[in-house]
């Protein structure tokens, strides 16, 4: 089982930058899909980024262009880099581990979640 340690979250201006991290446990984080997904005050968990076991990622077209997925698998870490944040992208990011079926990302394993607010 993967377990995870998320960090990086905060207080940040409407566009400024934050650069999250999850830190997996376990010795098989280099299979497995990753991704980042979060969950605001009133709305539903959407899926924000995830990146495949070999590096190929997808985007919420919220983000796309200002948010970038990556991974390095020699460490067992996944992170989100957020650029040009906005005052919508406040939410608590939750860090998880899936699969991809008929090219869409499934996550089964989540971590605890980091809070991320964009505020002046």
């Known amino acids: 089982q993967v377990q995870f340690v998320e960090s990086g979250g905060g207080l940040v201006q409407p566009g400024g930058s934050l650069r999250l991290s999850c830190a997996a446990s376990?010795?098989?984080?280099?299979?497995?899909?990753m991704g980042w997904s979060r969950q605001a005050p009133g709305k539903q968990r959407e899926l924000v980024a995830a990146i495949t076991s070999g590096g190929s990622t997808n985007y919420a077209d919220s983000v796309k262009g200002r948010f970038t997925i990556s991974r390095d698998n020699a460490q067992n870490t996944v992170y989100l880099q957020m650029n040009s944040l906005k005052p919508e992208d406040t939410a608590v990011y939750y860090c998880n581990a899936g699969g991809y079926y008929s090219d869409s990302y499934y996550p089964s394993v989540w971590g605890q979640g980091t809070q991320v607010t964009v505020s002046s």
């Open positions: 376990g010795s098989i984080f280099s299979i497995y899909a």
